[in-house]
DNA sequence: AAATATTTGTACGTATGTATA
DNA sequence: CTATACATACGTACAAATATT
């Protein structure tokens, strides 16, 4: 067994790469670290905590998959954005993962979404009442234009839910709508179905909840918000018998 | 099904701990494998991908910090439960880094809660309108009793919240009530704030929201989510200036 | 522009702890 | 209790990417 004395390991049963893990989570919050400073090079850690560096590059791995650090190939080691990435990747598995109907996955998300835009919805049209805003206006000009030529307009599309959020001032609600803007575009064309073909009425639902945003008209937003994902919506409940077919794949 | 250049030749730039991880997702959705199923042993994934025992390990690492994998010492490897812990241990250690004001991040947590929360209200009041609960019951006397006696309720008002989110149905939607509990509760001790001492407060406001919901009451179930949080609000509000001195880069 | 030092990425071998039969 | 299968950990060597001189 290993010398018990040796660099507090008090309790074998706790995996090595466990507790290297939170160590390293310590020296960023002791050191008050930010996101991207660096950190200690592997070796250096590896002798710090007396650890191996399998088990140190280990644990990086595990804190890399949640963002609190990033790894640079030949560089170094920094403290990560702490973003929501891990959970839209999770959730972008999960919905293509989801057994039996795949939509129920799907579905879920897109209520999250709904909810998330309505409880915006009172603070948005108290912080948008009487102010105009060409950022918005231009993107949804660029997707009233694109929907006429029978175009896409994705990036528009993510960048207004964005700007729009960013208004609250809350970064969190800002990222929890990308993050699951992002669920939602992965996890939609990984199920077979139609493209969504009604592009002129998500245009004008965008056209609909700056509008009522900008107006202050609370009940209208919330409108604009249902109408806003009404395409969507039918679409998951038109395929709702068309099952999983297992044939294909 | 898959990006195209998975399964052959991958790109050299590509890492290959990187490629390894994508590789073991499109096993488990080309398998259609469900949580708790089991993966083929480290050896034999190192077999069949041509890479090193080590690539492999450190690709485990990162779906298991995902919880898309669960690795058992000495037993094997599983899929995960694609659970929200990911989530919730990156917004704690946001919640804890937050430079500056550590109210912050905190407060952002609260917000997230309360939209969540009032996101609910609508559709939990015409699912709880006209019946009883008496798990729901059960827990609010349970708070009410030991706020009485100056104790915590800790537990009781995690169960509750759960509970409550699980009537909607959405499977997400509580997953995602119950992990901003968990940051919530989880930072709350970590910034050195007196615990809260509204117990009965509190402890009123669930029995609120229960009433409410139970009597269809949208507007009334509202007000009573938002006197359940007046109390953090007003402690979170009353430590503004409390900032720790360390000074902002 | 090119060599070089630093740092992370990958590979392999070996020994050990852990769970199951 | 023994045996087997598996993950965990360590150490070393080398490859690849990056920055600096």
């Not at 006429?148 to 609250?168: K, V």
């Amino acid at each position: 067994m290993v010398s018990s004395a040796e660099a507090g390991v008090a309790f074998p049963s706790a995996p090595r790469a466990e507790t290297t893990t939170q160590q390293i989570k310590n020296y960023i919050l002791l050191n008050r670290l930010h996101p991207g400073d660096m950190l200690p090079t592997e070796t250096e850690i590896c002798v710090a905590l007396g650890v191996s560096r399998s088990s140190v590059r280990e644990a990086m791995r595990r804190l890399a998959a949640l963002d609190i650090v990033e790894v640079r190939h030949g560089h170094g080691t920094f403290v990560g954005q702490l973003s929501l990435a891990p959970l839209v990747e999770g959730l972008v598995f999960r919905g293509i993962l989801s057994p039996g109907d795949d939509l129920a996955a799907l579905r879920e998300v897109v209520d999250v979404r709904v909810a998330l835009d309505t409880a915006m919805a009172e603070s948005l049209a108290s912080s948008l009442v009487g102010t105009s805003n060409p950022d918005l206006d231009t993107l949804v000009e660029e997707m009233e234009q694109k929907s006429a030529h029978g175009q896409p307009f994705l990036e528009a599309d993510r960048e207004f839910h964005s700007a729009l959020a960013s208004r609250l001032g809350n970064r969190l609600i800002q990222q929890l709508v990308t993050a699951f803007w992002e669920v939602h575009t992965a996890v939609y064309p990984q199920l077979g179905l139609a493209p969504a073909r009604e592009l002129d009425e998500t245009a004008r639902a965008h056209r609909s909840i700056l509008r009522a945003a900008e107006a202050g008209d609370v009940i209208g937003l919330r409108e604009a918000i249902t109408a806003h994902y009404a395409p969507l919506r039918r679409a998951l409940d038109g395929a709702k018998g068309a099952g999983d077919g297992s044939g294909r794949h």
